[in-house]
């Protein structure tokens, strides 16, 4: 089993551009609809917490998704995986970059990736949203949320604080 989990997750560091929110589409895949490992509720659950825990979200998910799999053991091998090949590719583009940064091939496939990239991360906010919007109280929240952010630029921790509040609120006090 920890073999398997360190082989999913290496799969999806390697195969994740964009990082953040683009690599929820591939952690979904991975371990709900191809092995099963948690339930899309569970990972809902997951996602807000690696949100709201310091550093990388696919590396906080995988973390996660680990422990709640095999445990300590479990949380270390996933996140291994997750950063073995992101770590050595960053490293190599970093020694390497400025060397091949002037040759338009290099130039077009980085036009290339970016619009990719903004579809992963279309596809994770639509499969997150038919799941995490149940009722109109949580519709409510997220267009709150989404306008103190975009409109007001409030900071994403203050966001995740107030979302707590209206949770509190709405399914709390009023329910």
């Known amino acids: 089993m920890l073999l398997k989990l360190f082989i999913a997750f290496l799969k999806i560091g390697a195969f994740s551009f964009g ?4 690599v929820l589409t591939f952690i979904q895949k991975e371990v709900i609809e191809n092995n099963h490992w948690i339930t899309a509720e569970d990972f809902i659950d997951i996602v807000a917490i690696a949100e709201m825990t310091p550093g990388p979200i696919a590396v906080n998910s995988s973390t ?3 422990y709640k799999l095999l445990g ?3 949380s270390a091998t996933a996140t291994l995986g997750v950063i073995l090949v992101p770590f050595t590719v960053t490293l190599l583009v970093s020694i390497y970059f400025n060397k091949f ?3 338009k091939q290099v130039n077009w496939v980085l036009k290339g990736i970016r619009p990719a990239v903004l579809g992963l991360i279309a596809s ?3 499969k997150i949203g038919i799941i995490s919007i149940v009722d109109i109280k949580s519709i409510i929240i997220g267009v709150l ?3 103190g952010v975009y409109r007001f630029k409030i900071h994403p ?3 995740i604080a107030i979302s707590g509040v209206l949770g509190i ?3 709390g006090l009023l329910a």
């Open 64 to 66: 996660f998704v680990g």
């Open 101 to 103: 940064k002037h040759i």
């Open 124 to 126: 994770a906010c639509y």
């Open 157 to 159: 921790i203050l966001a």
């Open 145 to 147: 949320v989404f306008i």
């Open 19 to 22: 990082g953040g929110y683009a």
């Open 72 to 74: 300590f053991l479990g």
């Open 169 to 171: 609120v709405f399914y």
